[in-house]
């Protein structure tokens, strides 16, 4: 069955960096187009950034410069590198595939906070 698998989130101070994986199985990993959600209680989970299956990347405004994803087709991973990291990128960092379409699949997400 489908599964996401996140990792890598924990507390760390302002401007510091962190790397989150994300583990993928179940899918056909190298035609999926991957992105990076995120969610803080009592708001919607909202897309950060995304990878397409031919490495194409958005990021949404907040991030571009700081956020790099990437993806490993051979693993079945994406990874998100979180550099110069804000009080506000505080949330629960799921991924999931890259689309309009809901869907659930979404996994236990990981922890990142980001004290001032």
């Known amino acids: 069955q489908v599964q996401f698998v996140e990792s890598g989130g924990g507390l760390v101070h302002l401007g510091g960096s962190l790397r989150l994986s994300c583990a993928a199985s179940?899918?056909?990993?190298?035609?999926?187009?991957m992105g990076w959600y995120r969610q803080v209680p009592g708001k919607q989970r909202e897309l950060v950034t995304a990878i397409t299956s031919r490495d194409f990347v958005f990021y949404v405004d907040s991030v571009k410069g700081r956020f790099t994803i990437s993806r490993d087709n051979a693993k079945n991973m994406v990874y998100l590198q979180m550099n110069s990291l804000k009080p506000e990128d505080t949330a629960v960092y799921y991924c999931?595939?890259?689309?309009?379409?809901?869907?659930?699949?979404w996994g236990r997400g990981t922890q990142i906070t980001v004290s001032s």
């Open positions: 179940g899918i056909l990993f190298d035609i999926s187009d």
């Open positions: 999931n595939y890259y689309t309009s379409r809901p869907n659930d699949y």
